[in-house]
């Protein structure tokens, strides 16, 4: 393909042109991933662009696990009934109803590619996550994030599409008949794609957001937010986007810990939250936002604990899970607290909330097409499907179900 060089009026740096794709997809979380392997198989030309390596991202670092509603118990319609509960009501009805009636199939497409959910009875493995009315989360051990990642990468890569790490996205314009982005890559060099449709998959902004105000966050460092911006300066509409979640259980202590997410199939498998007087205070698997407010709201009447740095927490008697949920369910984060000298079979450890997830994001319809015409979006960047407050376990479902869609509603407009 012909490149010819131009300048950027934004920057004066060189741009290399001329890269043309059907679909350009923009991050390598489980999102872009589901979405660059659903455009390719429904016969679209695609590239896979991602700021770092493909492998960084926060997909990969999920834990805990992902929901469908496979138990005799339960259904979509009570899973949807869940997600709108504990939303408060603010999420999307139509975006969650998709989200949720498309779960079991999500997990089989899954399958298919590689990933393999721990089993126990003949069954998967249920647990109830908080929020939840019934036993619905899937894991893989306490690696979910990273088997569904690998799963997915690996389908990319035995494909014909075009991976472009390092390549940052600055900027994004409409041009005939697609859209232009414009990227900074790692020599410092800006270059052009030509794409017909372009699907976001950049993630949220929790480890900026972080920083900016001084806490800790579970994120990646790459998990900064700026293409939802980009995408508001190219006309895009957003919801909620003041709506950041704290997961209720940030690592305290030891300090190689802080900012861990202890996964919240510790509370699933019955480790409860305990105050300075060793009470319960709190429904440990209620809705995130309600958890993680009880233990702000319980250190601040004085009654939490002090980590030997002089942090706040509250205890997680974690000595409650039976060791052999744990070690089927459990076996990375034992692993990480006992390398730091703790065990939590042994001892309850310290915990407190951290700055974890962007609720909201750009407005899409069940086809993920943002307001932007060929501009379609997934993941963690989007916003609706959970409204105000996510239940755990519906992210990971949330990349797959919307990657899905997004890849596939993409190579249509792009194909035809
Ligand atoms: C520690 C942790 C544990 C979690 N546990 C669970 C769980 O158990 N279950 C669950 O459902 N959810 C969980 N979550 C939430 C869930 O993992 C994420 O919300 C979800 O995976 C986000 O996926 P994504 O594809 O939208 O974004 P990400 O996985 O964050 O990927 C974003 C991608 O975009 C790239 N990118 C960013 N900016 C740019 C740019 N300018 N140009 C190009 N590329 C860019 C990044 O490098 C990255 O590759 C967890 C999150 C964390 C951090």
């Known amino acids: 393909m012909m490149m010819t060089e131009i300048r950027n009026s934004a920057s004066m740096r060189p741009v290399r042109t001329g890269v043309s794709f059907d679909v350009l997809v923009i991050g390598s979380g489980a999102s872009g991933l589901a979405a660059a392997v659903s455009a390719e198989r429904a016969g679209a030309r695609v590239g896979l662009a991602t700021k770092t390596t493909l492998q960084a991202c926060n997909s990969a670092k999920a834990q805990g696990g992902i929901q469908a509603a496979f138990g005799d118990d339960d259904s979509p319609e009570i899973h949807a009934e869940d997600v709108m509960r504990s939303s408060h009501d603010t999420a999307n009805p139509r975006l969650a ?203 601040d009447k004085g009654k939490g604990v002090l980590t030997p740095d002089g942090r706040p927490a509250v205890r997680l008697d974690t000595v409650r899970i039976s060791p052999e949920d744990a070690e089927i369910s459990l076996p990375y984060m034992l692993r990480r607290y006992r390398g730091a000298g703790i065990d939590p079979l042994a001892e309850p450890i310290f915990t407190y909330p951290v700055l974890h997830y962007q609720n909201g994001g750009l407005v899409i319809d069940e086809r993920a097409e943002t307001t932007l015409e060929g501009v379609f979006a997934c993941g963690e960047i989007a916003g609706g499907t959970h409204g105000r407050n996510r239940m755990m376990g519906n992210s990971l479902l949330e990349c797959t179900v919307f990657g899905r869609r997004a890849g596939k509603a993409a190579a249509e407009r792009a194909t035809t």
């Open 97 to 299: 109803e998709v989200l949720t009636s498309e779960a079991p199939s999500a997990i089989h497409w899954l399958e298919e590619l590689g990933v393999e959910f721990t089993r126990s009875n003949g069954g998967y493995r249920l647990a109830r996550c908080g929020g939840a009315s019934r036993k619905r989360l899937l894991q893989v051990g306490d690696r979910t994030g990273h088997a569904i990642t690998k799963a997915l990468r690996d389908a990319y890569e035995a494909g014909p599409g075009t991976e472009l790490p390092h390549h940052a996205l600055v900027e994004l314009r409409p041009a005939e008949s697609g859209w232009t982005a414009t990227f900074r890559r790692k020599d410092e060099e800006a270059v052009e794609v030509f794409a017909r449709a372009i699907v976001l998959a950049a993630g949220g902004r929790c480890y900026a957001e972080a920083e900016t105000r001084g806490e800790l966050s579970t994120n990646h460092p790459n998990a900064t937010g700026e293409v939802t911006r980009i995408a508001l300066e190219a006309g895009a509409e957003a919801r909620d986007l003041d709506a950041l979640q704290y997961h209720p259980n940030g690592g305290a202590w030891p300090d190689t810990m802080q900012g861990y997410s202890i996964p919240e199939t510790t509370r699933a498998y019955g480790a409860v939250l305990l105050n300075a007087d060793g009470e319960e205070f709190t429904d440990s698997l209620g809705p995130r936002d309600a958890v993680s407010q009880a233990i702000f709201d319980e250190v």
